[in-house]
């Protein structure tokens, strides 16, 4: 499995927001989204809070290729869903602390929104 070069890593420690590039499920067009990235233990992850209902998250559950657009990088991304729910709540935990928010849950809680819409990315 192929590692990000440690200035994607540390470009993803650094940067508040970033620019996502996902490619329309049906059309196929490139679409720009800013969200947030949270690194956990060598890998990349990006949440939507609203859920799996927002175009970004759709085109990418269809396609799992993006583009993360960070400091002046542009760098190609496949993703994987993440579907276990202790992984999901982790990225929360991790979210939390590099956000300074008050997002996260306890083990046994429902899954939050973001967390059943938790990608992690991945050098394409």
């Not at 929104?113 to 991945?122: C, D, K, L, S």
């Amino acid at each position: 499995m192929a590692e990000f070069d440690t200035s994607v890593l540390q470009a993803a420690e650094r940067e508040r927001e970033i620019e996502l590039t996902t490619f329309g499920r049906i059309t196929t067009k490139p679409t720009n989204v800013v969200i947030w990235i949270t690194p956990l233990d060598g890998k990349l992850y990006i949440r939507s809070g609203g859920g799996m209902g927002r175009d970004w998250t759709k085109n990418l559950a269809a396609h799992g290729k993006a583009v993360l657009n960070m400091s002046g990088m542009g760098v190609p991304v496949v993703a994987r869903h993440v579907t276990d729910l202790k992984e999901a709540k982790a990225v929360t935990a991790a979210c939390a602390k590099k956000y300074k928010t008050d997002v996260a849950t306890a083990p046994d809680d429902t899954p939050t929104p973001a967390e059943t819409a938790t990608f992690e990315v991945m050098p394409a």
